[in-house]
């Protein structure tokens, strides 16, 4: 079992930065990859970034080279670093977590809009 708390979404003005975090507990240890999913209204939810437990990185086409994904395993966080955000990025990001043995959670969500 493990659960997932997203923190840091709020309102930012497009070419701003914000940074999500994603508090984690439960079967850390277990845990093979953790990613950023997000949803905009009438839209389906889409992986943002993604992190395995070997350091292996992906990011959708849509946020390379402006959003970074990273873990303090010392606090059992992973973080979403966003920069250069568009209003195209405004949505509910979704922290997630699969465990080797196949076992997928998610977080609450955080809301992220973009707007001046």
């Known amino acids: 079992q493990v659960q997932l708390v997203e923190s840091g979404g709020t309102l930012v003005q497009p070419g701003g930065s914000l940074r999500l975090s994603c508090s984690a507990s439960?079967?850390?240890?277990?845990?093979?990859?953790v990613a950023w999913y997000r949803q905009a209204p009438g839209k389906a939810r889409e992986l943002v970034a993604s992190?395995?437990?070997?350091?292996?990185?992906n990011y959708a086409d849509s946020v390379k080279g402006r959003f970074t994904i990273s873990r303090n395993n010392a606090k059992n966080t992973v973080y979403l670093q966003m920069n250069s955000l568009k209003p195209e990025d405004t949505a509910v990001y979704y922290c997630?977590?699969?465990?080797?043995?196949?076992?997928?959670?998610w977080g609450q969500g955080t809301q992220v809009t973009v707007s001046s």
């Open positions: 997630n977590s699969v465990l080797r043995k196949g076992n997928t959670y």
């Open positions: 992190l395995t437990s070997s350091g292996s990185t």
């Open positions: 439960g079967s850390i240890f277990s845990i093979y990859r």
